[in-house]
């Protein structure tokens, strides 16, 4: 018992790992219509990015709160994205949908991806759902190996919808993405001489 209390306290304390405030790697994602798609091309966008498993109780009860999130905050420019890392399961995503009325992006991408990601050992475990949230930079602000209530795990869809609005929250009021124009200003032409 002491074991696997240790051992949720080490999983606990991957949310405050080093790599939060870090650029997230960039991902090959192949979406639900067979296109491959890099996680960079949602530069510019908030993105609250799920990994998660059609098979996982947990999953399951959180795309009610992943649709509410993108209703709510995809007007404001936020982007919602799931993958998992078992390509056989993007069979799934159609029964998914229909069963928990997920309409945000789903894709798949390789299981040493998701390790690559956050930079953990292929010796851990890696639980799902795991969120990150990247903001208009592409910078990883915060993620949660394990899902958002890892305090209380049974806490419901209320308090999880409440954690990932706080959380998309603080994604918003992050600084915008400098323009290339803002970071590189073009010289200023000198003004035209009036002719004589």
Do not use: W
Request: aromatic share 10%; glycine share 8%; net charge positive.
């Amino acid at each position: 018992m002491r074991t696997f209390a240790a051992f949720l306290f080490l999983t606990a304390g991957f949310a405050f790992a080093e790599d939060v405030n870090q650029p997230a790697p960039d991902l090959d994602i192949k979406m639900e219509n067979g296109q491959t798609v890099k996680l960079n091309s949602f530069k510019g966008k908030p993105l609250v990015l799920q990994f998660f498993s059609t098979t996982c109780p947990h999953c399951q009860k959180s795309a009610e709160s992943l649709e509410k999130v993108l209703r709510t905050y995809g007007p404001k420019g936020v982007q919602v994205l799931a993958v998992v890392s078992d390509e056989n399961q993007r069979k799934d995503f159609g029964e998914f949908r229909k069963k928990y009325g997920a309409t945000y992006p789903m894709g798949s991408i390789g299981n040493q991806e998701a390790y690559r990601f956050f930079s953990l050992s292929v010796m851990r475990p890696f639980y799902v759902p795991t969120f990150a949230f990247i903001d208009r930079n592409g910078v990883i602000r915060e993620r949660f190996i394990g899902g958002l209530l890892q305090n209380n795990p049974n806490g419901g869809p209320a308090l999880e919808l409440a954690e990932l609005t706080k959380h998309v929250d603080g994604l918003l009021k992050a600084a915008p993405v400098k323009s290339a124009a803002a970071v590189h200003p073009a010289p200023k032409s000198a003004p035209a001489q009036a002719k004589r």
